[in-house]
């Protein structure tokens, strides 16, 4: 079982948003996606309402999803952590107790962009088509992750 985190700020639109679109992607049931945040602002709250929304317009549902804080634990339960942007790359490596800890830690759009070490945007503060713009640029690395796991 290949099992993957995807982390924001604060779980609540870019790392569900992530999460989503990798499991409508994969087989889930030899596939694990969760996600997290590296600060405990939302914990037990449901993604943005335009992060559900924009999914639902996309025919995926992240309703069930509820946001939790990243933990030193996850390096123990998770093959795969990609962090949507520099920030929260670094706050996650901080956490990391050794190399291997630190391995499975990626830039999400380092998927679509190799070595560019870009951030998804994070669109809290902006409007409608800040979600969109992240969505697809999430897809796009997730279709490219999605396909890199099928092949393990």
């Given amino acids: 079982m290949i099992k993957v985190l995807m982390v924001c700020l604060g779980n609540i639109c870019r790392s569900p948003l992530a999460e989503g679109i990798l499991k409508s992607k994969v087989y889930t049931d030899k596939i694990v996606i969760d996600s997290a945040g590296t600060v405990a602002y939302h914990v037990g709250n449901l993604p943005d309402k335009r992060s559900i929304e924009v999914a639902k317009n996309?025919?995926?549902?992240?309703?069930?999803?509820?946001?939790?804080?990243?933990?030193?634990?996850?390096?123990?339960?998770?093959?795969?952590?990609?962090?949507?942007?520099?920030?929260?790359?670094?706050?996650i490596l901080k956490l990391s107790r050794n190399e291997n800890d630190s391995k499975k830690v990626r830039l999400i759009l380092n998927e679509s962009y190799p070595n560019e070490n870009l951030s998804v945007p994070d669109p809290y503060y902006g409007g409608d088509q800040g979600f969109v713009d992240v969505y697809k640029m999430l897809d796009e690395a997730c279709e490219i992750i999605a396909n890199k796991l099928a092949s393990k």
């Fill in 58 to 91: 996309y025919g995926i549902s992240i309703n069930d999803q509820r946001a939790r804080k990243f933990v030193v634990k996850d390096f123990d339960e998770f093959d795969y952590i990609y962090a949507m942007d520099e920030s929260n790359y670094q706050n």
